[in-house]
């Protein structure tokens, strides 16, 4: 599994806790502070792993375009070869 998917499954797990922590109370009634604490642990480990993928898809977004200019430069090195015309 690549670091991007595997950070997209961590999101994914943290989210999910995160949710089912804020499901336990409606929105009429106040969290405990402690429940309110893990809550602010989970959103900032989100903002973290956000921070993290955003990174790693840009890693390789400059990959594929680095990929992208090798290639390019390649086949304008290499001439064409086509049949002579007679």
């Avoid at 502070?33 to 390789?60: P, V």
Wanted: aromatic letters at 2%; hydrophobic letters at 40%.
């Amino acid at each position: 599994m690549s670091k991007l998917a595997q950070l997209r499954e961590h999101r994914n797990t943290v989210a999910q806790a995160a949710n089912t922590l804020n499901a336990k109370f409606p929105a009429d009634q106040r969290m405990p502070a402690a429940d309110a604490a893990k809550l602010d642990e989970y959103l900032g480990q989100l903002e973290g792993i956000d921070a993290d993928i955003s990174r790693e898809t840009r890693i390789a977004q400059l990959a594929m375009e680095q990929t992208d200019n090798l290639l390019n430069r390649a086949s304008i090195a290499t001439p064409s070869r086509k049949p002579p015309t007679r």
